[in-house]
């Protein structure tokens, strides 16, 4: 069974920083590529950062130049550094993954950026 778990979220202060985890497992293969999407009140499911098996990246506009996507994949665990925070940035955020074809999803984590 292919799961993938978030790790990482919780309350920060604006200005603030935190680093996201999301371990896969259930599978021998690396997953070709990982991305990090998200969630806020009263919002749709947005894409945050995504990479490839190569190594290529790409950002929201809204996180350019604070969020750093990175993976491993031999261990098939993507991160996701988060600088600067803003109240803006507070959301669920969802760990992606794929197989070829097969999409899997993570359960989530709560991000909330307040003073």
């Known amino acids: 069974q292919v799961q993938l778990v978030e790790s990482g979220g919780g309350l920060v202060e604006p200005g603030g920083s935190l680093r996201l985890s999301c371990a896969g497992s259930?599978?021998?293969?690396?997953?070709?590529?990982m991305g990090w999407f998200r969630q806020g009140p009263g919002k749709g499911r947005e894409l945050v950062a995504v990479?490839?098996?190569?190594?290529?990246?790409d950002y929201a506009d809204s996180v350019k130049g604070r969020f750093t996507i990175s993976r491993d994949g031999a261990k098939n665990t993507v991160y996701l550094q988060m600088n600067s925070l803003e109240p803006e940035d507070t959301a669920v955020y969802y760990c992606?993954?794929?197989?070829?074809?097969?999409?899997?999803w993570g359960q989530g984590t709560q991000v909330t950026v307040s003073s």
């Open positions: 990479i490839s098996s190569g190594g290529s990246t």
């Open positions: 992606r993954g794929r197989l070829v074809i097969s999409l899997y």
């Open positions: 259930g599978t021998i293969r690396s997953f070709t590529d």
